[in-house]
C-alpha cells in the first residue's frame, strides 16, 4: 500500500512549535502532490510525523521519490536546528513478527553490548529479516557532568565546555605532503582526539590570567551509560529486548524459522547465565492456522466424496469423481505459483470454499454416463453422449461461478487488495476442475465404469428410496404447476423473512479472531519518571499473570515512537485456544477489571488485540472516530463531551481521545529588553537551557572500533530545582557574562502532549474498544447516535475512521461488486441459452438464497462481517448450478416437441439427483468451516455457515420456483407473441387501401 511517513526532529521543541514550523512547512509541500487520498500528521515534543496516504493505483516506490523531493524542497524553510527528515514507506504488515528477550545476571551494559553486536547483528543479517529494534538497553556514553558553582567560579558557560570538546577533541586533516622531489607523498592529519576517558577531564576549556581552564576544573567527567528510557522484562526478568520486523513481501513463518534456528546457536554461545528466548511470536499462530485449515480441507473433501458414494454407491464410480479434488488442487498451486500467490489465510479460505465445488462438474458427468449405461449404452457411447448432452450446462455453471468471483478479486480500495487471492483461487480451481469434467473424467469413465447386472441389498434399498424421492417430487413439482400463484408467494415471502432477518444481525469489518494473546497499554500522569513506571508496570504484571489462561507476559516501556516513560505496554500471552475453555474476548474482559484495580492511579488502561496491520493510521483499537476543526479548544471540549457519553455506555471499552493537555513544562520567559542591554542573543540562553538540561552529544569517542557519544549535562542534583538553575551564566556578544536569573524567569507551565492534523485541519482522534458481544456496525451507530444528539459545532465535522470507515466503504464495494456480478451472470446465462428471458427464472432465484444464509448465520449467533459479505456475494454464483441444470434439460425436451410445463416434469426428477449430490457435496464440504474451533475458525466460519444454509434454503425452493417461472415466462412470450401477431393482422395494409380509393376515384 502507498503509505509514506515523513519523520523530523527538532530536538526540545514543544508540540506547538513543532506544528507551526515543521508540520505545516512540510505539508505544505507535499499536499501538492498527486494521486494523494490523506495527509494526516502528529506534532509532539521534538517530533514531527506525517504520513501521506496514496490512491493503491500508485507505486509505492514513486511515491517516496515524490515525497522524498518534496521535502527537500521543503528542508530551506525548517529550522536551522532540524535534523535532516526520515522518508520511508510504511509496509501495513511492519509489526514486529518476534520479540527476543536477553537476560542474565550481567551488568546492563554488558548484556546492551551482546545483544545489539551481536545477536542484533547476526540477525540482520539473515535473509528476510527487516528492521531490529533495541528495547531495554543501555549504551556506554561517557558524561560531561557540569557543576554550575564551579563554571560560575571559573567564569565557564556550557556553551563554553562543549565548544572546547568538539575544538580539543577532533582528528583535522592536513592535507598531503610530497618529498624528494614528488618521488612520495604522506597523508597529513593532526591527531588531536583523546585516547582514555580520563583524558577528557584534561581538555583546555579557556585561559584566564595565563593559566588554562580545564574540563576537570568544571565538571565530573565518567565512563557511564545512557540515560535509562526503555525497559522490557518477561514475567518479572529484566533484560534486552529485540524486536524483530520482516522485510516487505518476506514469508513471515519462513522468516521466523530461520530466526529462531539462530537463536539456537546463539544461545550456545552465549556467555554464562545469559539466556535467549522468543517472547513474542506471531508465526505460531499462522502455522496453527494453515494446518488447521489443510486439516478442515481434508475433512471437507472426504465428507463430499461420502455424499457422492451414498448417491453413486459404486466405489469406482466414486473414485473418478473423487479424483478431481486432489488433481484440480494441484493444479491450481501451480497457477499460484504463475500469479505469485502465497499460502496465507485469504487464499486457504478460497481453496476450502472450493473443495465442494471441485467434484461438482465431476458428479454431473459421472451421473449421465451412470444412467446411459443403465439404459443400455456401452461405456464408451455413454461417457461421448453423456458429456455432450450435459457439457454446455456444466460450462454455464462454472462460467457463472467465476463471473462472480472474478469482481471480488477486483474489487477497488483495501478490500480488493485483501480478497484479490482468495477470488482468483476460486477461479482457478473451478476451472481446471470443469477441465478435468470433460477430459479425464470421462475418458476413465469409459474404460472403468460397466452395466453391473446384479446390485447388492444396500444399493437396492437407496435406489427404491431415490425412485421414491423422485415420484414425489414429481408430484409436488405437478402441484406447484398448477398453484403457481402460490409458489410465488411462498417465494417473496422467503424474500421479506430474509430482509427482516438481516436486520437482527449485527454488522463488523472483520472477525475478531482468538490469535491466544492480547496487548494491555497503560498509561500514566504525564511527568511520571521510569522509576515509578517500572514499579507500576510490576503490579500491573502480577495482576495478568493471576489469570488462569495467561502464559507469559512480556512488558516494555518507552518502546513507543516517541519513547515515552509514562506509557507502558504489556504483550500477554495465552495458552493455546483448544487448551482453554473462556475465549480470548472473556479473558480480555477480566483483564479490564483486574489491571485497573491493580494499577489505580493510571490514567488509562487500554486492553486491545494485537493489530494485525500496523503503520500509517492503523491502531489496534476496534473503532476510531475523528473530530476536525481549526479551533483545538472547541475540538477538545466537543471531544470530551462525546468521551464521556461513550464511556457511560456498555457498547464501548477502553475510550480514550488522542487530546492530551496538562503536559508539565518549563517554560523560560525571556526579558528582551534586559537581554539586548546587556548584549544576550536569545539562542544562546536557549543552547544554555538545553545543554545543561537535557543534555547535548558534543562528540563522539572511539575504543577497539567502536565509537560512543560524549554527552554534556548538568549534574542532576543540581538541575532538579529550578532555583538551583539560577546560579547560571550566558557569555553576552562581547564576552562578558550574564547571570540568566537577570534575563529570564522560569515558571512551570502545561500544554497539549500532541497536535493531530488531517488534510492540513487540525483534529482529535477518539478511539474505543468493542467489548465481547458487542459488534463494530453496533458502536458505529451509536456513536452517530450520540454526536447526533450532541449537535456539532458548524466548525467541526465528524467522520469514522480506522475500521469503521473500512467497513462503511467494504459495504460500498460489495454492492458495486454485487451489481457486476448480476450483470456478468446474465451475460454468461444469455450467451449459454441464447435468449433473454430465460436467464431470469435462474437468477429469480438468487434471493431464495438469502433467507437461509441469514437465518443460519443469526442461529449461530455469529455478526455479518467482511467474509460473510463476501460469502452472500460468492453464493448468488454457487446457487445458478441447480437452476441451470435443469433449464437446460428442459431445453432439451422443448426442441423434442415438449411444452413448457412438459419439459419441466420432464426436466425435474431427472436432474433432481445430479442437483442433490452437487448441493450436498457442496454443504458437506464446508461443515468444517462452518463448525471448526481452531485458530483462525473466526474467518472461515462465516463463510461456511453462509453458503451451508444458503444452498439448503435455495435448493428446497430452486426445485420448484425455477419451473414455475419458466413456465410463466414461457406463456408470457407466447402472449406477448400472439398479441403483436393479432395486431399486425388488425393493421390495415396500405397498399390495398390506396388501391381501392384510386379505383374509386
Known amino acids: 500500500m502507498p503509505i509514506i511517513t515523513v519523520s523530523t526532529v527538532l530536538e526540545g521543541?514543544?508540540?506547538?512549535?513543532?506544528?507551526?514550523?515543521?508540520?505545516?512547512?512540510?505539508?505544505?509541500?507535499?499536499?501538492?502532490?498527486?494521486?494523494?487520498?490523506?495527509?494526516?500528521?502528529?506534532?509532539s515534543e521534538g517530533l514531527s510525523l506525517i504520513v501521506a496516504r496514496f490512491a493503491l493505483e500508485m507505486n509505492a516506490e514513486a511515491a517516496v521519490q515524490k515525497v522524498r523531493a518534496k521535502v527537500e524542497l521543503a528542508r530551506r524553510h525548517l529550522p536551522p536546528d532540524t535534523e535532516p527528515s526520515i522518508v520511508e514507506m510504511v509496509d501495513p504488515d511492519s509489526q514486529p513478527i518476534l520479540a527476543i528477550m536477553i537476560a542474565g545476571d550481567i551488568p546492563i551494559r554488558d548484556l546492551t553490548r551482546f545483544a545489539k553486536d551481536e545477536v542484533k547483528e547476526r540477525l540482520q543479517r539473515l535473509r528476510g529479516v527487516g528492521s531490529v529494534t533495541l528495547v531495554g538497553g543501555r549504551e556506554r556514553e561517557i558524561r560531561i557532568w557540569l557543576d554550575a558553582s564551579r563554571m560560575r567560579a571559573y567564569e565557564v558557560t556550557a556553551d563554553d565546555v562543549i565548544q572546547a570538546i568538539r575544538r580539543e577533541h577532533a582528528e583535522i586533516p592536513g592535507g598531503r605532503l610530497e618529498t624528494g622531489g614528488r618521488t612520495s607523498e604522506f597523508s597529513f592529519k593532526t591527531k588531536g582526539e583523546v585516547e582514555s576517558v580520563d583524558e577528557f577531564s584534561d581538555l583546555v576549556i579557556a585561559f584566564r590570567e595565563g593559566a588554562?581552564?580545564?574540563?576537570?576544573?568544571?565538571?565530573?567527567?565518567?565512563?557511564?551509560?545512557?540515560?535509562?528510557?526503555?525497559?522490557?522484562?518477561?514475567?518479572?526478568?529484566?533484560?534486552?529486548?529485540?524486536?524483530?520486523?520482516r522485510q516487505s513481501g518476506e514469508n513471515t513463518v519462513a522468516v521466523a524459522t530461520r530466526v529462531k534456528a539462530e537463536l539456537a546457536r546463539l544461545a550456545a554461545e552465549a556467555p554464562p547465565g545469559v539466556q535467549i528466548?522468543?517472547?513474542?511470536?506471531?508465526?505460531?499462530?499462522?502455522?496453527?492456522?494453515?494446518?488447521?485449515?489443510?486439516?478442515?480441507?481434508?475433512?471437507?473433501?472426504?465428507?463430499?466424496?461420502?455424499?457422492?458414494?451414498?448417491?453413486?454407491?459404486?466405489?469406482?464410480?466414486?473414485?473418478?469423481?473423487?479424483?478431481?479434488?486432489?488433481?484440480?488442487?494441484?493444479?491450481?498451486?501451480?497457477?499460484?505459483?504463475?500469479?505469485?500467490?502465497?499460502?496465507?489465510?485469504?487464499?486457504?479460505?478460497?481453496?476450502s470454499i472450493s473443495i465442494g465445488l471441485l467434484i461438482d462438474d465431476a458428479i454431473v458427468v459421472v451421473e449421465v454416463i451412470q444412467r446411459r449405461i443403465e439404459e443400455g449404452e456401452s461405456p464408451l457411447e455413454a461417457a461421448a453422449h453423456g458429456t455432450a448432452e450435459v457439457g454446455p450446462a456444466i460450462f454455464a455453471a462454472t462460467a457463472a461461478i467465476a463471473s462472480v468471483f472474478v469482481p471480488i478479486a477486483f474489487m477497488e480500495g483495501m478490500i480488493g487488495r485483501m480478497f484479490l487471492e482468495y477470488g482468483l483461487t476460486v477461479v482457478f480451481a473451478v476451472t481446471v476442475s470443469l477441465f478435468i469434467a470433460v477430459t479425464l473424467t470421462p475418458a476413465l469413465a469409459g474404460r472403468l465404469m460397466s452395466r453391473?447386472?446384479?446390485?447388492?441389498?444396500?444399493?437396492?434399498?437407496?435406489?427404491?428410496?431415490?425412485?421414491?424421492?423422485?415420484?414425489?417430487?414429481e408430484r409436488l413439482l405437478a402441484a406447484a404447476l398448477r398453484h403457481r400463484g402460490l409458489i410465488l408467494g411462498i417465494a417473496f415471502v422467503a424474500v421479506i423473512a430474509a430482509g427482516f432477518i438481516s436486520r437482527t444481525i449485527p454488522l463488523e469489518f472483520s472477525p475478531r479472531a482468538d490469535r491466544s494473546e492480547f496487548e494491555t497499554h497503560i498509561e500514566l500522569p504525564l511527568g511520571t519518571g521510569i522509576e515509578t513506571t517500572k514499579l507500576t508496570a510490576k503490579r500491573a504484571r502480577d495482576a495478568l499473570a493471576s489469570i488462569d489462561e495467561v502464559a507469559a507476559v512480556f512488558s516494555t516501556i518507552g518502546s513507543g515512537s516517541q519513547g515515552r516513560v509514562n506509557e507502558i505496554v504489556l504483550y500477554v500471552a495465552l495458552t493455546p485456544k483448544a487448551e482453554r475453555e473462556r475465549p480470548m474476548l472473556e479473558v480480555m474482559d477480566i483483564a479490564r477489571n483486574v489491571v485497573p484495580s491493580a494499577v489505580p492511579e493510571a490514567k488509562s488502561v487500554i486492553v486491545s488485540e494485537v493489530s494485525v496491520i500496523s503503520g500509517g493510521s492503523f491502531t489496534g483499537f476496534g473503532m476510531q472516530y475523528a473530530l476536525e476543526g481549526p479551533d483545538l479548544e472547541q475540538l477538545a471540549q466537543v471531544s470530551t463531551t462525546l468521551v464521556a457519553r461513550m464511556r457511560a455506555s456498555p457498547s464501548f471499552a477502553d475510550v480514550t481521545s488522542s487530546y492530551e493537555d496538562g503536559r508539565p513544562e518549563i517554560q523560560a520567559i525571556v526579558d528582551r529588553q534586559a537581554a539586548a542591554d546587556q548584549g544576550v542573543f536569545l539562542s544562546a540562553i536557549a543552547n544554555t537551557l538545553r545543554a545543561t538540561v537535557g543534555g547535548v552529544d558534543a562528540a563522539t569517542y572511539e575504543e577497539d572500533g567502536e565509537r560512543y557519544d560524549v554527552r554534556v549535562r548538568l549534574e542532576e542534583a543540581q538541575r532538579d530545582d529550578l532555583a538551583e538553575l539560577s546560579v547560571l551564566q550566558v557569555r553576552s556578544a562581547d564576552g562578558s557574562l550574564a547571570n540568566l536569573a537577570s534575563i529570564a524567569s522560569l515558571e512551570v507551565g502545561s500544554g497539549p502532549v500532541q497536535i493531530d492534523r488531517e488534510n492540513r485541519t487540525r483534529k482529535i482522534d477518539i478511539f474505543a474498544?468493542?467489548?465481547?458481544?458487542?459488534?463494530?456496525?453496533?458502536?458505529?451507530?451509536?456513536?452517530?447516535?450520540?454526536?447526533?444528539?450532541?449537535?456539532?459545532?458548524?466548525?467541526?465535522?465528524?467522520?469514522?475512521?480506522?475500521?469503521?470507515e473500512k467497513m462503511q466503504e467494504t459495504a460500498q464495494a460489495i454492492v458495486f461488486a454485487f451489481a457486476l456480478a448480476v450483470l456478468a451472470l446474465y451475460m454468461v446465462?444469455?450467451?449459454?441459452?441464447?435468449?433473454?428471458?430465460?436467464?431470469?427464472?435462474?437468477?429469480?432465484?438468487?434471493?431464495?438464497?438469502?433467507?437461509?444464509?441469514?437465518?443460519?448465520?443469526?442461529?449461530?449467533?455469529?455478526?455479518?462481517?467482511?467474509?460473510?459479505?463476501?460469502?452472500?456475494?460468492?453464493?448468488?454464483?454457487?446457487?445458478?448450478?441447480?437452476g441451470i441444470l435443469i433449464v437446460d434439460h428442459a431445453n432439451q425436451a422443448r426442441e423434442r416437441g415438449l411444452d413448457a410445463r412438459e419439459a419441466m416434469l420432464e426436466a425435474g426428477?431427472?436432474?433432481?439427483?445430479?442437483?442433490?449430490?452437487?448441493?450436498?457435496?457442496?454443504?458437506?464440504?464446508?461443515?468444517?468451516?462452518?463448525?471448526?474451533?481452531?485458530?483462525?475458525?473466526?474467518?472461515?466460519?462465516?463463510?461456511?455457515?453462509?453458503?451451508?444454509?444458503?444452498?439448503?434454503?435455495?435448493?428446497?425452493?430452486?426445485?420448484?420456483?425455477?419451473?414455475?417461472?419458466?413456465?410463466?415466462?414461457?406463456?408470457?412470450i407466447q402472449s406477448l407473441t400472439h398479441f403483436l401477431t393479432s395486431l399486425r393482422r388488425r393493421r390495415p395494409n396500405l397498399r390495398e387501401v390506396s388501391a381501392t380509393t384510386l379505383s374509386q376515384d
Open 829 to 882: 446465462l444469455g450467451s449459454q441459452f441464447n435468449d433473454f428471458f430465460q436467464p431470469v427464472s435462474i437468477m429469480a432465484t438468487a434471493p431464495l438464497a438469502f433467507v437461509g444464509a441469514f437465518s443460519t448465520l443469526a442461529l449461530s449467533g455469529q455478526n455479518l462481517s467482511i467474509f460473510g459479505q463476501i460469502a452472500l456475494l460468492a453464493l448468488v454464483g454457487l446457487v445458478m448450478k441447480n
Open 212 to 245: 588554562p581552564t580545564l574540563v576537570g576544573d568544571v565538571a565530573r567527567v565518567e565512563d557511564g551509560l545512557q540515560d535509562e528510557r526503555t525497559y522490557a522484562e518477561l514475567d518479572g526478568v529484566p533484560g534486552v529486548s529485540l524486536e524483530l520486523r
Open 909 to 972: 426428477p431427472i436432474r433432481l439427483r445430479p442437483v442433490l449430490m452437487t448441493t450436498l457435496s457442496t454443504v458437506f464440504g464446508m461443515i468444517p468451516l462452518a463448525f471448526s474451533e481452531a485458530d483462525a475458525s473466526e474467518y472461515r466460519a462465516p463463510m461456511g455457515v453462509l453458503a451451508i444454509g444458503g444452498m439448503i434454503s435455495l435448493t428446497a425452493l430452486t426445485l420448484v420456483v425455477v419451473p414455475v417461472v419458466y413456465s410463466l415466462i414461457d406463456e408470457g
Open 452 to 473: 453391473e447386472s446384479t446390485h447388492g441389498r444396500l444399493y437396492v434399498v437407496l435406489e427404491r428410496a431415490y425412485t421414491l424421492l423422485e415420484t414425489r417430487y
Open 277 to 351: 528466548l522468543a517472547a513474542r511470536d506471531s508465526s505460531r499462530f499462522i502455522e496453527s492456522s494453515v494446518h488447521e485449515t489443510f486439516m478442515d480441507m481434508w475433512v471437507g473433501g472426504f465428507l463430499a466424496v461420502a455424499v457422492t458414494l451414498l448417491f453413486l454407491r459404486n466405489f469406482r464410480t466414486t473414485l473418478l469423481v473423487a479424483m478431481a479434488i486432489p488433481t484440480s488442487i494441484v493444479a491450481t498451486f501451480f497457477f499460484f505459483s504463475l500469479a505469485g500467490f502465497t499460502l496465507n489465510i485469504i487464499s486457504l479460505i478460497g481453496i
Open 769 to 804: 474498544n468493542n467489548p465481547n458481544g458487542v459488534a463494530l456496525g453496533t458502536a458505529v451507530a451509536e456513536v452517530d447516535r450520540f454526536v447526533s444528539e450532541i449537535g456539532l459545532p458548524p466548525e467541526v465535522i465528524g467522520r469514522h475512521r480506522g475500521w469503521g
Open 13 to 43: 521543541a514543544t508540540p506547538g512549535t513543532i506544528e507551526t514550523e515543521v508540520t505545516e512547512v512540510l505539508e505544505e509541500e507535499i499536499s501538492n502532490l498527486g494521486s494523494l487520498e490523506q495527509l494526516s500528521s502528529t506534532s
